[in-house]
């Protein structure tokens, strides 16, 4: 399983976009880029997934370069609300659910 | 968006006592999953459940932890005999597919405190 390391926390401004960055040196061909976001108290919550290249969706952008060694997800225009831990994973495609590892995350914290 | 629903939000018991962690995973999910995280550390993976089987367990889901499905909407945690180092955050997930490129939807959680 490929390894990822990304920032231990980070703070930001309200409306501000946010870039999180998280290295995978090791990922495999079948791996996919998977980023979860957990509010205190509440459990993990999936944000986004990609692959290659980018992805957006309501909540989040998700941008892989070509040699998918690192991955960056980006909040725009965060708010007070989103202040969580984010959390970057590297699932294989077709693998267990045992297989999904959480590692420390990034903490965000979103100051007024 | 479709909820994974935990009773209760708060337990507490005394060591030795046995509990029962309940779940009600979205309705037309196939597999499920308990994971727990300890304050201050990383959520970890305790076991997997599919078409009323065990399908994976982690290391710490030992003699003392168990798994069922009651009836078709229900999915529970029991541990015999609990420990002061279960007292953790416990959180039920469920998926439509095995496949960890599938979305897990997660509760928010049972907390567990052991005296």
């Known amino acids: 399983l490929a390894k990822t390391t990304q920032p231990i926390s980070m703070d930001s401004y309200e409306g501000q976009e946010v870039n999180i960055t998280c290295s995978h040196n090791n990922i495999a061909t079948n791996d996919y880029i998977t980023w979860y976001q957990q509010f205190p108290s509440q459990g993990p919550r999936f944000i986004i997934q990609?692959?290659?290249t980018k992805v957006t969706n309501e909540v989040a952008s998700l941008f892989i370069p070509a040699d998918r060694k690192s991955s960056t997800l980006s909040l725009p225009r965060v708010s007070l609300s989103d202040t969580a831990v984010y959390y970057c994973?590297?699932?294989?495609?077709?693998?267990?659910?045992?297989?999904?590892?959480f590692g420390s995350g990034t903490q965000l914290t979103v100051l007024p | 968006e479709p909820e994974v629903t935990q009773t209760p939000s708060h337990q507490v018991t005394q060591m030795g006592q046995e509990v029962i962690l309940r779940c009600v995973p979205i309705?037309?999910?196939?597999?499920f999953y308990w994971y727990r995280q300890i304050l201050g550390q990383k959520v970890e993976f305790l076991v997997s459940f599919y078409n009323n089987e065990i399908s994976e367990k982690s290391e710490i889901f030992d003699d003392q932890f168990s798994v069922e499905r009651p009836d078709g909407s229900n999915f529970t945690l029991k541990i015999r005999s609990t420990k002061l180092e279960d007292s953790a955050m416990y959180f039920c997930?469920?998926?439509?597919?095995?496949?960890?490129?599938?979305?897990?939807?997660f509760g928010s959680g049972t907390q567990l405190s052991v005296l």
């Open positions: 994973l590297v699932v294989l495609r077709g693998g267990s659910a045992r297989q999904l590892t």
């Open positions: 997930a469920s998926s439509w597919t095995a496949s960890t490129n599938e979305k897990l939807f």
């Open positions: 990609g692959y290659k």
């Open positions: 309705s037309n999910h196939l597999y």
